[in-house]
């Protein structure tokens, strides 16, 4: 837990820096590239990186960086080595933050206490033994100021019988009584709804979500697996 709780802290937020206008041709050069290997990508941002004739292409919730010739790509994490930044992540932050800051209010099953200084979304999934842990830990949380919002992610898929218990959650009437009876073992009566069981789903699998609880911080970045109250709350106070 120590080692992860290490790395989380190592991967921060990019500093702000003043953005030059993009070459034109350059830009297309990277579009023409990257369309003749992936046909209809959708590319919503090229941007400079610091590093001569690389560019940073934003496509979806992907980042890959393309030579400004349009011959190489390459896919991974770049770091600046002087500030210890993250610089992909950050960047990746800052489209999950997007991201989540679309999802309706309606969609997500809150749970706040009387005061919030913090937000955390969490992909959840009844069957998950951890998931049940964390949900013990939100009176906790409520009580220093961490507002709970939950997502559904069915672990085997949005077809599983755990799709289904999450969606007879998301068409209880008392939607947070629901998750705190499932999330406490009692098997959840089935109900049918319009539910946003399977678009949290596919959000997750955009998110790079592949277990859960999956945690994300209000500014994007991604907390991996459970944490303790302590920990959790010092990463937000931090």
Known sequence: MKIKYL???????????????LDAAVEQRIKNALESIIPGVQISDISET??????????????????GDG????????????????????????????LLNDIPAAELIEFAGAKTEHTIYVFTDITCGYCRKLHQDVPVLNENGVAVRYLAYPRAGPLSSGSDQLQAVWCSKDRRKAMTEAKR????????????????????????????????????????GYYPPDELLNILKN
Request: hydrophobic residues 40%.
């Open 185 to 224: 073992g009692k098997e959840p009566k089935a109900r049918t709804c319009d539910n946003p069981v399977a678009r949290h789903y596919q959000l997750g699998q955009d998110l790079g979500v592949r277990g859960t609880p999956a945690i994300f911080l209000e500014d994007g970045r991604a907390i991996p």
């Open 50 to 67: 610091g590093i001569k004739d690389l560019y940073q292409v934003v496509m979806g919730t992907d980042v890959v960086y393309v030579s």
């Open 7 to 21: 790395l989380f802290f190592l991967v921060c937020l990019f500093s702000s820096q003043a953005v030059l206008a």
């Open 71 to 98: 011959r190489f790509a390459l896919s991974g994490e770049l770091y600046d080595i002087d500030t210890r930044q993250n610089i992909t992540d950050a960047r990746k932050a800052l489209v999950r933050k997007s």
